[in-house]
């Protein structure tokens, strides 16, 4: 069972339909069970897809439509056309870079039985960048399991801090479940005593540590959004995770599209896992 995450910085990456086309060709040659992907964007102004046109979708609140261009919809269209078939559901959480819906997405190769939509941040408004919301399913493969697709923000931020967006999910999680979080976390992995250190001391475990073979693990190697004004950037950080609330054996994590798997697609390096389903 393969588990991937990316943060995908989608439409408003340079060479998007280039880099959209090395993403399917990725997905179709791995076939992961289970797909995150954060900074889903979809064009304010783009036209709605009608409801017989969104192929294997699973709608997770009331307010989400999906506009043509949404990355999550482009993506699982053209596997479709290959014949490979992925249930999805998006998320749309808030409006960026003034033209954007920005939301979350996950996709499974078997059907979705059951969505989870959690707010984690203070802020509930579309148009404050910094609201944050995290979106779960359960599929037919995996009744007994939840896979969640997680963005959280920065630890020293004063209005919407990690560590209550933290607790937050925390408290709201499915209980006696086995949960796996994927996604962008803003935590870097040698920070000491800040967010990392808290999911750890929470009893999750991070699929990298655990893993018995693996790689660098950095998915970041460069200044990017968020980070540019924060003085404790570093050159190379792990901030991309797959964190599960139970021990899993995990055969390997291994950075992609990176160059070195893959071309490079956005701004963050994607992780993916392999582990062996209990």
């Known amino acids: ?30 076939r992961p069970g289970i797909i995150a992907l954060q900074e889903v964007n979809q064009s304010i102004c783009e036209v709605i897809v009608s409801p017989d046109e969104l192929m294997s979708y699973t709608p997770c ?20 056309e290959r014949g490979v078939i992925y249930y999805w559901t998006w998320l749309g959480i808030k409006i960026s870079y003034g033209k954007f819906d920005e939301g979350i997405a996950l996709l499974s190769l078997s059907p979705i039985t059951e969505t989870d939509v959690l707010q984690i941040s203070k ?8 609201t944050r919301k995290i979106v779960g399913i359960r599929t037919a493969a995996a009744p007994k399991e939840w ?34 979080l994927l ?67 995990i055969k390997n994590s291994q950075v992609i599209f990176n160059t070195n798997r893959y071309e490079i697609i956005s701004d963050h390096y994607g992780v993916m896992i392999e582990y062996e389903r209990s």
């Open 183 to 249: 996604g962008d976390f803003n935590s870097p992995s040698n920070v000491r005593h800040e967010g990392y250190d808290m999911i750890a001391s929470s009893g999750w475990y991070d699929s990298y540590a655990v893993a018995q073979s693996k790689d660098s693990g950095n998915t970041v190697d460069k200044i990017i959004d968020g980070w540019r004004k924060k003085t404790d950037h570093a050159s190379n950080m792990r901030i991309d995770y797959i964190w599960c609330n139970k021990i899993q054996k």
């Open 61 to 80: 609140d009331t307010h989400s439509v999906i506009r043509k261009d949404n990355h999550a919809y482009q993506v699982v269209k053209k596997l479709h």
């Open 123 to 130: 802020t509930n408004d579309y148009h404050n960048w910094k």
């Open 147 to 180: 896979y969640y697709c997680v963005h959280y923000g920065w630890w020293n931020d004063a209005e919407e801090p990690f560590a209550y967006q933290w607790r937050t999910t925390v408290s709201s999680m499915k209980k006696g479940a086995t949960i796996w």
């Open 1 to 30: 069972m393969k588990l991937l995450t990316l943060n995908t910085h989608s439409l408003a990456e340079e060479a998007y339909t280039h880099k959209l086309e090395v993403f399917v060709d990725a997905i179709y040659k791995e």
